[in-house]
Each structure stands twice: as C-alpha cells, then as structure tokens.
C-alpha cells in the first residue's frame, strides 16, 4: 500500500496527538506527586527539625538513616523540612515574577508607543545588572530572613518574564483574529487581553517558569549559604551545608547531604521542566 508524498493519515494524526496531550497530562501529573511528597515532610520526618534527639555526630544507621549534626538534630527531618521550605519558596517567586512580569509584558505588549518604551526601559535596566548580585545586595541590606531572601530574588527574577509575555503580546496582537475583535466588537483592552492575548501566551509562560525553577532552587540555597536566609536553627539546605562545611572529613554527612537534596531537587526540576516543555511544544 502507497501513500501520496505529502499525505499522513487521519489515524496517524490522531495517534500523536493523543500521545502529545498524554504526555503533557503525565508531567503535570509527576509535577502533582513531587510537590505532594515535598508538602507532606511533616508527616514523613521522624522528628522535629530543631529537636535535638540523640547524641552529635552519629553516623548513618538504621535509627538515623542520614545521621545527626553537631548539635543532635536528624539531618533527614531537616533535610525534608528543608526540601519543603526550598520548594515552597520557588514557587512562590515564580509566581510573583509571573504576576507582576505578565502585567506589565500584556501592557507594555499591548499598548505600544511611550508606554511600551517606558516599560521596556526599566525592565532592560533590571536585566541589565547581575540579577545573584542584586538579590544578595537586597536581601543584606534589609536583613537576613525567609521572607527577606523571597522579596530579594522577587525583584530581580520579573523582568525575564516580562520580556517574554510582551514579545508574545506584541506577535499575537497581529494576528487576524486579535485585529479583528480589536477593531470588528470594539471590546476593551483589558478584555481584549484576557480573552485572546494571554491564553496564547500562557504555554510560553508556563514552559519558561517550569525551566526555572532548577534555577531558582540554586540561588535560594546559594542565598542560604552566605547566611540570608532565616537564622539558625532553621532547617535551610544552603545554611545547612555552610554549618557543616567544618565538619566534613570527620563527620561528611552532616554536610554533604542538604547539597545532595539541592542536586536532586535542580536536576529534578530541570528533567521536569524539559519534559514540560517538550510536551507543551509538541500539543502547540
């Protein structure tokens, strides 16, 4: 049996369009289980994080499956509890960064002339400087807390998605059918975006925020590292490698294992976001 060059048939077609659109529904789905099983640490640490439990320096074993620090704590609770806080506190700037970049890349995107330019002036001058440098800047100047560290890398992580909602603003408002409710129903800017702008830039978005977060995990714990995180005794994964750092030809775990659980959250992250925006690419 020949095909005609050019042909594919029906069935093909719509074989790998379901197999896109399951894919794209299977890494949504991981991304679900990983953030379940990050959420509930509490449930799955032995012990409380600050609860000194036994004595210092013990190694791995089956009572302690990760060991314990120098003043007694369970590295695996706080390893947990720090996987948890790290997490959390990505997606919250990753979702601040979408908010506040979205708004202003739709008005920049849609508006054009002076506003546009204004807009695009103060985002350049953000991207402009080195966004690790800023943030520790920020986050010195104000005070070292969890909080503090998530408002630091806030400010210097929207202007990425502000480029990148208004190149996909301005390529939309182009099109015929964006032209054609623009001009044809008379509707208003702001529903104008709602309803045929950001719809078509939300797979752009979601694919650069699922890539950035490995990022953003690198410098939470960077931040942690040099102390801007929140105060000990707090279970942070940078802090707790920096406090451990003394400790590592004598007692290598106490060290070692909160930047085992950033490596595996990073690489975790990063074969996510790949696989999200593979899916994405292949279902647009």
């Known amino acids: 049996m020949s095909l005609a060059i050019g042909t594919v048939p029906d069935g093909i077609v719509q074989r790998v369009a379901g197999l896109a659109g399951r894919g794209a529904r299977s890494w949504w789905a991981v991304f679900a289980l990983g953030t379940a099983m990050i959420m509930i640490a509490p449930v799955l640490a032995p012990y409380a994080p600050t609860q000194a439990v036994a004595q210092p320096f013990l190694p791995p074993g089956a009572r302690f499956l990760l060991g314990t620090d120098d003043v007694g704590h369970d590295v695996l609770s706080r390893v947990l509890y720090g996987m948890r806080s790290t997490w959390i506190a990505a997606i919250i700037v990753i979702s601040i960064g979408v908010l506040i970049g979205g708004a202003i890349g739709t008005v920049a995107g849609l ?11 103060v985002t350049d001058g953000f991207l402009a400087l080195p966004g690790p440098v800023l943030a520790i800047a920020i986050a010195a100047s104000i005070g070292p807390s969890f909080g503090h560290t998530l408002i630091a890398i806030s400010i210097v992580w929207w202007p990425y998605y502000a480029r990148i909602v208004r190149g996909e603003a301005r390529s939309l408002a182009a099109r015929p059918f964006v032209e054609a409710a623009r001009h044809g129903s008379q509707i208003s800017v702001w529903r104008l975006a709602l309803r045929h702008v950001l719809p078509g830039v939300a797979p752009a978005v979601i694919v650069a925020a699922s890539l950035d977060v490995g990022n953003l995990i690198l410098m939470l714990a960077s931040l942690s590292f040099l102390g801007l995180g929140a105060p000990a005794p707090a279970p942070e994964l940078g802090a707790m490698t920096a406090q451990g ?17 950033v490596l595996v959250l990073a690489l975790g992250s990063n074969f996510l976001g790949d696989g999200i925006r593979n899916s994405v690419g292949r279902h647009r």
């Open 111 to 121: 508006a054009r002339g002076w506003l546009d330019n204004l807009l695009m002036r």
């Open 245 to 261: 750092l003394s400790y590592l030809l004598t007692s290598w775990w106490v060290p070692i294992m909160p930047g085992l659980a």
